[in-house]
T-cell receptor
């Protein structure tokens, strides 16, 4: 596609439910990033993939958060047993470059998660 | 890890005035410093970036300056227009790591 695509755009979950958020990066982009953006805040880093390898997951807030990118393209961010503090916009971004020079990030529109 | 501080959190200017947003970073190994603009309800988009081998970069009405010794960098917007109203984020990283963002500055340009 022309840009980074995320789905669903909006998700309402009851506390305790599991959710899965999908990201389709720009074709051929090596690096993929997940960020969490709370209302009125900057994007907070969650995790980073280069192709299928998860190089950094230090930003994942707890073991309820899990991300994968099994074929080096589409990525899924899974949140188990959602809590109210998980409510945020989850942004996915991709970059053509990998390795030592990440370059410009292209962001998706985000998935807005509301946990009731 | 890297920590990025950004200020001010809000900035109001009159159309035609200049606006300056400042950021500091903590990791002396950081070498890439982009600025993103996020309009309400939209995705962040890159507007300008600078690498550590230069001290200043300009693109029409926007410019970024970098002081590696002091570990700070700034965004300058001249001749502001209402369409410049948005949230601006600075970020930094070093080779092979993820971008770390500041908390953002909400710029309001009134006509």
């Amino acid at each position: 596609g022309a840009g980074v695509s995320q789905s669903p755009r909006y998700k309402v979950a009851k506390r305790g439910q599991d959710v899965a958020l999908r990201c389709d990066p720009i074709s051929g982009h090596v690096s993929l990033f997940w960020y969490q953006q709370a209302l009125g805040q900057g994007p907070e880093f969650l995790t980073y993939f280069q192709n299928e390898a998860q190089l950094d997951k230090s930003g994942l807030p707890s073991d309820r958060f899990f991300a994968e990118r099994p074929e080096g393209s589409v990525s899924t961010l899974k949140i188990q047993r959602t809590q109210q503090e998980d409510s945020a916009v989850y942004l996915c971004a991709s970059s053509f470059r990998g390795g030592s020079n990440t370059g410009e990030l292209f962001f998706g529109e985000g998935s807005r998660l509301t946990v009731l | 890890g890297e920590n990025v501080e950004q200020h001010p959190s809000t900035l109001s200017v009159q159309e035609g005035d200049s606006a300056v947003i400042k950021c500091t970073y903590s990791d002396s190994a950081s070498n890439y410093f982009p600025w993103y603009k996020q309009e309400l309800g939209k995705r962040p988009q890159l507007i300008i970036d600078i690498r550590s081998n230069v001290g200043e970069k300009k693109d029409q009405r926007i410019a970024v300056t970098l002081n590696k010794t002091a570990k700070h960098f700034s965004l300058h917007i001249t001749e502001t227009q209402p369409e410049d109203s948005a949230v601006y984020f600075c970020a930094s990283n070093q080779a092979g790591t993820a971008l770390i963002f500041g908390k953002g500055t909400t710029l309001s340009v009134s006509s």
